[in-house]
């Protein structure tokens, strides 16, 4: 008790007639006792016939043959019939096998057990099966195939000592590995390094390592020496600029100090000078200024640049530049082109003629009203904002039209938008000349209709 079972594989050793161990019972372990398994020699050899007469090699009578027959018979119609019966959709009820009966007697006797009776008789039936059941259990699983027939039989010479020389031949060396040792041995260094044979070979070093490495060296020491010149530079233009500035300095308060004595150095021109330094100052605060609106845009782009900012400016702060007379109006205005209703649908193709240029035959505004008072607001539209203000802001003359710039010119005043001069280049008359030269089919359609524009200018103007 307490002992644990020991399984083994190990057979036990049984004996022949003679007394001789059966060695073929490791052949015959898992094979059925009839089964026929040649492990001798003397299996190999011929049975001699020494009798004719024999019972085992008589032929079979009638009654044996019949006998054998129908047991194959009915082994084949079950197996044949299972098959069927399994195809089928729809089969019949397997009979059932005879009842049967069983006596027995419970261990635990007594009035409060079994109902007071000392033995029970079971009748024992087979449970009725549905036909049209499906399979409970899994019967397709594939079992482990049975053991495969014996090995041939090897016939041995008979049993030889080995030599010395043999034996040391046939001695391998345990393989010792450099990543992995799962049983924990401890294995010395000579014969881990003779393991690999790393001392039976010759290590070969490359002479171009050599050329690499001093090359590398050569190339450290050149870039030192030039980091070592360039700093060096760097340090004599350092003192140079800073020798040049203190000169400068020094040259400054001299001048500071003979200004002050009253000195006039011989360098100065008088009026020149002055003009020049007061140009040099107006060049430095507009330098410094377009620096400070680079830096503006390039550290805040989401500012509003300074052409946003004219953008929003009052309108009233236009009216220095020559802009029309701004003139009160009651009456609704209207767009003058929705009106232009007198030609019909040729009056933009000219008559078909495709190579004349009559785009800007008419003038964009030809209203007074509208060019008098594109700038102006509405009487009441800033009421809300500047309330009793707006008639002082209005009366003031602070923005006058009149007003003109030094260098203007004084002629009469304009009151309407700028007119262009007609043809300044001669390009009307290239033109002509060119569909003259060319043979153009219809010269009186072009010629008539830049006259008709020649003279609507004229009558604009």
């Given at each position: ?23 073929d019972a490791?052949a015959r372990q898992g ?10 020699y003397?299996d190999?050899?011929?049975?001699e016939v020494l009798n004719?007469?024999t019972?085992?090699l ?17 082994a084949?119609?079950?197996a ?5 019966a399994?195809a089928?959709?729809?089969r019949?009820?397997?009979k059932q ?9 419970p261990s635990q006797?007594g009035?409060?057990?079994n109902?007071g009776a ?5 009748r024992m039936?087979e449970?009725?099966?549905d036909?049209?059941?499906p399979?409970?259990?899994k019967i ?15 016939m041995h ?6 030599t ?7 001695k391998?060396?345990?393989?010792i590995?450099?990543?992995k040792?799962?049983k924990?041995?401890t294995?010395?260094?000579d014969?881990?390094l003779?393991?690999d044979g790393?001392?039976l070979?010759?290590?070969?070093i490359n002479e ?12 450290d020491r050149?870039a ?5 010149m360039?700093?060096?530079?760097e340090k004599?233009?350092a003192?140079k600029e800073k020798?040049?500035k203190e ?10 100090r ?12 008088g009026?020149?000078?002055?003009e020049a330094?007061?140009r040099?100052?107006?060049r430095r605060?507009r330098?410094?200024e377009?620096q400070?609106?680079r ?5 805040a782009?989401?500012k509003r640049s300074?052409?946003q900012?004219?953008?929003e400016?009052?309108?009233s702060?236009?009216?220095a ?7 009160s109006?009651n ?7 929705l009106?232009?209703q ?6 933009g193709f000219?008559?078909g ?5 009559n785009v800007?035959?008419?003038?964009f505004?030809s209203?007074r009203d509208?060019a ?12 809300d904002?500047y309330?009793?203000?707006f008639d002082t ?6 923005f ?13 005043r304009?009151?309407g938008?700028v007119?262009f001069?007609?043809d ?6 290239f033109?002509e000349e ?7 089919k219809r ?16 009558r604009?103007?």
């Open positions: 008790m307490g002992r644990k079972k020991k399984t083994s594989n190990a057979l036990a050793v049984q004996v022949d007639a003679e007394g001789k161990i059966k060695y490791i094979q059925s006792k009839d089964k026929v398994v040649f492990s001798k003397t190999l050899l011929p049975k004719e007469d019972p085992e008589q032929r079979p009578d009638e009654e044996a043959v019949q006998e054998l027959t129908e047991k194959t018979r009915s084949l119609e079950k044949v019939s299972q098959k069927i399994a089928m959709p729809v019949a009820a397997d096998a005879p009842a049967q009966y069983i006596r027995y007697t006797q009035v409060a057990f109902s000392k033995q029970r008789v079971i039936v449970m009725q099966k036909p049209m059941e399979p409970r259990f397709n699983k594939k079992i482990p195939r049975g053991p495969p027939s014996p090995p041939a039989p090897v010479s008979p049993s030889r000592k080995m010395v020389k043999e034996q040391q031949e046939w391998i060396p345990p393989c590995s450099n990543w040792n799962a924990g041995y294995i010395p260094l014969k881990r003779a393991a790393r001392g070979q010759t290590v070969h171009n390592f050599a050329k690499l490495a001093e090359a590398l060296y050569i190339a050149k030192r020496e030039a980091v070592e360039r700093a060096q530079v004599k233009m003192q020798e040049k000169e400068k300095l020094r040259e400054l308060a001299q001048m500071a003979d200004r002050r004595a009253g000195i006039k150095s011989h360098g100065d021109k009026g020149d000078d002055g330094r007061e040099d100052e107006i605060d330098r410094q377009r400070h609106d830096n503006i845009a390039r550290a782009p989401d300074k052409l900012r004219d953008q400016r009052d309108i702060e236009l009216i530049l020559g802009v029309p007379n701004p003139r109006s009456e609704a205005q209207y767009d003058q082109r009106f232009n007198s030609k019909g649908m040729d009056s000219a008559g003629e495709d190579e004349m240029y800007y035959d008419q003038p505004r209203g509208m008098s008072n594109i700038y102006r607001p509405s009487k009441n539209i800033d009421k904002a309330s009793d203000d802001l209005m009366q003031n003359n602070r006058v039209p009149d007003k003109e710039f030094s260098g203007a010119d004084h002629g009469q304009r009151d938008p007119q001069e007609e300044p280049f001669g390009l009307d008359k033109l060119a569909k003259q030269h060319g043979g153009s010269p009186s359609t072009s010629s008539r209709s830049k006259d008709d524009y020649h003279d609507k200018k004229r604009k103007e």
